[in-house]
């Protein structure tokens, strides 16, 4: 059997003329023409000189074309790159440098820049615009619809993702064909995708979550989706009366319940909300179920390892946390520094192993065994503990960790006392440089713009409910916390912008 994740995905498909996809302006894309259209661009890669193994980097806004290209890199036996759309010239020319691709599909605007740096390393330029044209598309109207798929093995490499690299350079972390088959059909049957299900895909797709998980979902299952350009919460409520899915980032959830629009009367089709990428707030969770009757479900994965941990779909969500672990996937908590395994409700290294679990870190041999233990797992770097059910708790970040005094601080733990305030929307806990404590435990608020709140209300309202040594030493108050494109607060930025906060004058 060919185990390449196109043949995978349509080698047994039934119904050629089931749709896909629908777009805004009222195309109807059926699965017989994404085959076609992947099979043309497949065809013009191998035109352009690309080779089994051969990476192809794509800096392209959202649209059918582009998800097409991903189908025809794989279909061709190469690896596709994704580039998210806010990179610069310059940090482009560290991903382009780095992955030598074969081929360099970009915006027609950028293509002159883009053309400079893939000099560099002999790579072709095609281009693909917003609305779907381009030199590449123009090319693959005169290919043709046919294209053997090229036989992979569950090992060969499907995709590389960079990892946002908010410690040292970015990473490019290697997804096999196995990796990303393997963990889509593990999500179909947890979260019940079958071919009626319709989801609104409002995510962009150069991540994991908008591409590997919401895009190879629908297609395993032969469902379909509402492919849209970006979030708009009006349009997304709209939607609802026809779809049945939302996967969305916390910041989808929060400003659709800002939106007077989301009532239990306008969500009454959907069945499944999905949130992740960053951590749901406990109350965002218990205002969505108030408002909507439906409990958001949250899971948990991450650019290496796809998903690790998911809430079920019966029973109960629980909020805060992100549920069990998937079918085929082993997570386990350990001590950071020996690596034993620890006691149920106790903090430390969360590590997974499975089918889902990267290849390792393109041309970092040495970083990727740092990551792996000798048995296989691999260490998340995220910080939390299973409880009593076996549902996982994030707590953050390892390189969120905030060591003050010596004593370990869990900025979650000190995020969710302070959200809890009245008028309080988010909180960030962040560790900065503190002569007498190493670090200082210091907390950026976000407020609603009426709220009666101040650093002396906030730190009163934290004594006796916090050790001494987890009070926050500084509260300060922000307009909003810095995000990048999936939602997560940034807090490398936070940790840079406050470094001399403590600082003796």
């Known amino acids: 059997m060919n185990a390449n994740l196109f043949s995978r995905l349509f080698d047994d498909l039934d119904d050629a003329g089931r749709i896909a996809i629908e777009t805004l302006d009222g195309r109807r894309i059926t699965y017989g023409d994404l085959i076609a259209f992947s099979g043309r661009l497949a065809n013009t890669l191998v035109t352009r000189g690309v080779k089994p193994g051969d990476r192809v980097a794509v800096q392209v806004e959202k649209s059918v074309p582009n998800l097409a290209l991903y189908l025809a890199t794989v279909r061709a036996g190469a690896v596709y790159l994704p580039l998210n759309t806010a990179y610069t010239l310059n940090e482009l020319d560290y991903f382009i440098t780095d992955a030598e691709p074969a081929l360099v599909v970009c915006d027609p605007s950028k293509a002159d820049g883009i053309k400079a740096i893939a000099a560099k390393v002999g790579a072709k330029v095609e281009t693909l615009g917003a609305g779907g044209k381009g030199s590449l598309t123009e090319a693959a109207m005169t290919a043709k619809p046919a294209f053997a798929t090229v036989a992979r093995a569950d090992d060969d490499l499907a995709a590389i993702l960079y990892t946002s690299g908010t410690t040292g350079r970015s990473k490019g972390a290697m997804l096999t064909h196995d990796n990303l088959a393997s963990n889509s059909c593990s999500l179909v049957d947890c979260w019940r995708f079958t071919d009626t299900d319709m989801l609104i895909h409002a995510l962009p797709i150069y991540h994991t979550h908008g591409l590997f998980v919401a895009i190879n979902v629908t297609l395993f299952a032969r469902a379909s989706m509402i492919f849209l350009p970006?979030?708009?919460?009006?349009?997304?409520?709209?939607?609802?009366?026809?779809?049945?899915?939302?996967?969305?980032?916390?910041?989808?959830?929060?400003?659709?319940?800002?939106?007077?629009?989301?009532?239990?009367?306008?969500?009454?089709?959907?069945?499944?909300?999905?949130?992740?990428?960053?951590?749901?707030?406990?109350?965002?969770?218990?205002?969505?179920?108030?408002?909507?009757?439906?409990?958001?479900?949250?899971?948990?994965?991450?650019?290496?390892?796809?998903?690790?941990?998911?809430?079920?779909?019966?029973?109960?969500?629980?909020?805060?946390?992100?549920?069990?672990?998937?079918?085929?996937?082993?997570?386990?908590?350990?001590?950071?520094?020996?690596?034993?395994e620890l006691p149920r409700e106790t903090i430390g290294m969360i590590e997974v192993k499975g089918p889902n679990v990267f290849k390792g870190y393109w041309r970092m041999p040495e970083k990727t065994r740092a990551e792996f233990r000798s048995d296989g797992f691999f260490i998340t770097g995220d910080i939390g503990k299973i409880d009593g059910e076996d549902h996982v708790h994030i707590l953050g970040r390892g390189k969120d960790l905030v060591i003050s005094g010596g004593f370990n601080v869990y900025p979650k733990e000190i995020e969710g006392e302070?959200?809890?305030?009245?008028?309080?929307?988010?909180?960030?806990?962040?560790?900065?440089?503190?002569?007498?404590?190493?670090?200082?435990?210091t907390a950026v608020v976000v407020c609603n713009k009426d709220a009666d709140i101040s650093e002396a209300k906030v730190l009163g309202a934290l004594d006796g409910r916090l050790a001494k040594f987890k009070m926050p030493k500084r509260v300060i108050f922000v307009d909003a916390l810095p995000r990048n494109a999936m939602g997560k607060v940034q807090k490398n930025i936070l940790r840079d912008t406050y470094a001399g906060l403590y600082r003796r004058s």
């Open 230 to 340: 970006k979030f708009d919460p009006d349009l997304v409520i709209r939607l609802m009366a026809r779809a049945t899915v939302l996967m969305g980032v916390p910041t989808f959830y929060t400003r659709l319940l800002q939106n007077p629009a989301l009532t239990k009367e306008s969500t009454r089709y959907m069945r499944l909300f999905i949130s992740g990428s960053a951590p749901l707030l406990a109350d965002t969770h218990r205002e969505w179920s108030a408002r909507t009757g439906h409990a958001v479900l949250e899971r948990y994965g991450m650019t290496e390892t796809g998903m690790n941990t998911s809430n079920p779909y019966d029973g109960d969500r629980v909020p805060g946390a992100v549920g069990r672990a998937l079918r085929g996937v082993s997570v386990r908590v350990t001590d950071p520094e020996t690596g034993k």
């Open 418 to 441: 302070i959200d809890a305030l009245p008028g309080v929307v988010e909180t960030a806990v962040i560790g900065v440089p503190h002569a007498d404590f190493g670090e200082g435990v």
